[in-house]
């Protein structure tokens, strides 16, 4: 394929995908032109498809071919964010957005809507796109969209994720033309660095260093990685990127392949994403079949591939030098830096890594320049940051803001709040490597420095949200237990110190903790961090100092008066019956597996809390609310 | 070893030594070959990681050293239904330790094994991605979210009588 060839492609497909861009009254017009009176958008993201949005798409080419519909474009599309309301779909040039579609919910949409003639089906929209006075919001402009900045999402949700063309349409391979023709491997490097980009997998190191200290490194043979491990329990903006527009992470790898000097690359992805997995497949056959992977890459003479490599389910090989053992077909051990990856990565050879969300941030900036990505942020985190919000929030799903947006909009604003009218506790982020957030810090711009500083970090992005009813000793426990089960126990402080935190919390939690075990805790946590060989075990007990500092008066709680004040910790809680709520219905006492619930039909039943085991069964068939823990 | 006697059928060793010639050669041939094996024989059983390592022409001692680092390679076999559980932070904050209790009580296994009669299959699982339907559970690929606790039993049952 040449230049030209990639212009025409992108020409003939940017008015279908504009109608999907722009306002309302303009797609209208641009609508008309495309052949296509109407585009229904599905999501196909995992979330979505989880929910069964594939059915959703049968029913809609079921519909459309018994009433004769054949002007109305059916696109299968990556995550649109907001996965709590899945399946998801959107109906273009209106912007009408059906949420928590059902296959009869589709039906009713083609016969009603799509049709010729047809109007929105007010009662299936999102509630919050139906303005009071019935009219409909372009989704756009709702709270969850409107302080949303999309950069590394640009195209999920927007084009047909397995369609190169859509691909092209939206702009992907613009960028790569443009460096392999108008930039030498040093302005390439160049922009990177001026654009302040930082990585997005964690640490946030600077991308342009990274990729200025391989190309600078010696020897004939390098490589390109993509850190698709995304392990991080609750964080799927790498998943979603896959899904959505896998091409923009396959161009971006070629372009950091021109200006490293790398001519192959290596994707690693999480085998638990089977359609991430099938996406990058179709993608990088379809990007060979257009001679855009491969040799002579449009006619530029530059050559470069890329393969696909499945991990196997070891959070530590998210760690980079760990990750290139895998690759290499060995146990996904992390070995001692230096040297460093860009000096002797993968094969022993110089290697840039890079994580899929911050590939997603590099076309954008060769297209649109430095100074344009370094005005969004904040003074040392530049460009935007995608979170995967979750837990106790409302808007469950996610978001992309610049950096430097606070906990508070993003929870609030665009997240909806916590539901169930429950309070706000804290939000975790950085995961298993980070701790917690407060409410006293809901106003902080969340940047890569600012987190440090207040004993948590960025991570990947996973941003979990808790409410009154999560223990903080627990949720530390919760962590440290993932941490000790993915110890891959190379060496000492982690394998054994993710151990004995493990064993101290569990202690505290089951109400055997002496006031000496925080101590303890600290100390471990000190010599866990300074001598552990990679950033697992470093930052391994986050959590759990960071739950101690900002909710040290649960821990005391727990250790010194034997309660757990969320009413979490099975052995520092009674079951007890309200007499006033209960009914006499017996259910309870028929599902206790303990025979610890006594009482007559039609009378208040009392729990023996020497029989009861606690397992919650109770709780679970009460149809009345009355049975509590305290 | 004993009670796990393997039995692979003819057509699932030329299954194997077709993957392994179309990886030969390859750097890091070792996983994806680990990845098809188990997909051909569901579990890696000795003598299959014993045709892999003389093959692939690696010690059997680091084809072992791989398939038991990684969790989602199996060297027991495992039943007919997997039911695997998140126990990623999005479904754990969302209760779903409980589900795994539930599901652990109503076929009377814990997570990690299999029922006698080699019918399910019990794991956890960090994260699947599909956190909008916290708490999840997953059979045979088959999602199920948004789980309380009474839901488990009704789903259950649907495999119960195949």
């Keep these: 394929m040449t230049v030209e060839e990639l212009k025409k492609i992108a020409a003939s497909k940017a008015e279908l995908i504009n109608v999907r861009r722009i306002v309302r009254e303009q797609a209208e017009k641009l609508a008309a032109r495309t052949g296509y009176r109407k585009q229904v958008l599905v999501c196909g993201g995992t979330g979505c498809t989880s929910s069964h949005s594939l059915k959703v798409i049968e029913q809609l080419e079921k519909s459309f071919e018994e009433l004769g519909i054949d002007d109305v474009l059916i696109v299968k599309t990556g995550c649109f964010g907001l996965c709590a309301l899945g399946p998801i779909m959107i109906v273009y040039p209106e912007g009408a957005f059906y949420s928590q579609m059902t296959p009869e919910h589709a039906k009713t949409v083609a016969e009603k809507h799509l049709i010729k003639g047809g109007s929105i089906v007010k009662e299936l929209l999102y509630a919050e796109t139906l303005h009071e006075d019935g009219s409909v919001i372009p989704f756009s402009e709702i709270p969850f969209y409107k302080h949303q ?48 980009l930082r990585g997005r997998g964690g640490a946030g190191f600077p991308t342009g260093r990274k990729w200025r200290f391989t190309r600078i490194a010696e020897g004939d043979i390098k490589y390109v990685c993509c850190n698709a491990d995304e392990g991080d329990p609750g964080a799927f903006m790498d998943r979603s990127v896959l899904e959505g527009d896998p091409h923009c992470v396959l161009e971006a790898m070629t372009i950091a392949g021109y200006a490293v000097g790398a001519s192959e690359g290596y994707i690693y992805v999480r085998a638990e994403y089977p359609i991430a997995v099938e996406r990058l497949n179709i993608a990088i056959k379809q990007a060979r079949e257009y001679g855009l992977l491969g040799k002579n890459i449009l006619g530029s003479g530059f050559s470069f591939d890329i393969h696909l490599r499945l991990g196997a389910g070891a959070f530590v090989c998210g760690e980079e030098t760990a990750l290139m053992q895998s690759i290499e077909g060995k146990r996904g051990e992390p070995r001692p830096r230096p040297p460093f990856s860009a000096q002797c990565g993968l094969f022993k050879k110089p290697t840039v890594l890079n994580n899929v969300e911050t590939w997603a941030n590099i076309s954008p900036i060769i297209l649109n320049g430095f100074h344009w990505f370094s005005e969004i942020g904040t003074e040392r985190s530049k460009g935007t940051k995608v979170f995967a919000v979750g837990g106790k929030i409302k808007n469950v799903g996610l978001v992309e803001v610049p950096m430097g947006t606070s906990l508070k909009t993003i929870i609030y604003d665009i997240g909806g709040g916590i539901p169930g009218g429950k309070s706000f506790k804290a939000a975790q982020t950085g995961g298993p490597s980070g701790g917690c957030i407060p409410a006293k810090f809901m106003d902080i711009e969340m940047d890569f420095d600012n987190l440090v500083k207040i004993g948590s970090m960025m991570g990947s992005g996973g941003l979990i949200v808790m409410d009154e009813d999560t223990c903080m000793v627990d949720i530390a426990k919760f962590y440290l237990e993932f941490t000790a089960d993915e110890s891959c126990g190379k060496c000492t402080p982690c394998r054994i110190g993710t151990k004995r935190l493990l064993e101290t919390l569990d202690k505290i939690c089951s109400g055997k903790g002496e006031p000496d075990d925080l101590v303890k805790i600290k100390e471990i946590a000190e010599h866990m961090k300074s ?73 208040a039943h009392e729990i023996d809390t020497a029989k009861c085991i606690k397992c919650g069964q109770c709780i679970a068939h009460c149809k009345f609310n009355a049975i509590v823990k305290k | 070893m004993a009670q796990n006697l393997f039995e692979g059928t003819k057509e699932q060793l030329e299954q194997l030594l077709v993957c392994i010639e179309s990886h030969r050669g390859e750097e890091g041939a070792l996983m994806p070959v680990l990845h098809e094996a188990q997909n051909i024989y569901g579990y890696l059983p000795a003598e299959v990681q014993t045709v892999i390592a003389e093959q692939l022409n690696v010690p059997l001692a680091e084809v072992y050293g791989v398939a038991t680092f990684y969790s989602r390679f199996s060297l027991t076999p495992k039943g007919k239904h997997i039911i695997s559980i998140c126990l990623g932070t999005a479904c754990y904050v969302k209760g779903s330790d409980k589900i795994l209790q ?61």
């Design chain 1, 149 to 196: 900045m999309r950069v590394a999402l640009r195209n999920c949700g927007v084009i047909a994720a397995e369609d190169i063309d859509e691909a092209i349409g939206a702009g992907d391979y613009a960028a790569l033309s443009r460096a392999l023709f108008e930039m030498t491997p040093d302005s390439v490097i160049e922009e990177i660095e001026k654009s302040g």
């Design chain 1, 531 to 603: 001598s552990s060989l990679c950033a697992l075990g470093q930052s391994a007990p986050n959590p759990v100092l960071s739950a101690m500092e900002h909710f040290g008066e649960e821990y005391t709680a727990h250790i010194y008066e034997k309660k757990c004040p969320a009413g979490v910790c099975k052995s520092l809680l009674n079951y007890y019956i309200e007499p006033d709520k209960c009914r006499g219905c017996t259910l309870c006492a028929r599902n206790c597996p303990a025979n610890a619930i006594s009482g007559t039909v039609k009378s």
């Design chain 2, 102 to 162: 539930a599901v652990e009580r109503e076929l009377r296994i814990s997570c990690g094994n299999c029922t006698p009669d080699k019918k399910f299959s019990i794991e956890s699982c960090r994260c699947v991605g599909a956190c909008g339907l916290a708490p999840v559970m997953i059979i045979d690929g088959d999602v199920y979210g948004k789980l309380t606790e009474k839901d488990v039993k009704g789903i259950l049952d649907k495999y119960m009588q195949d």
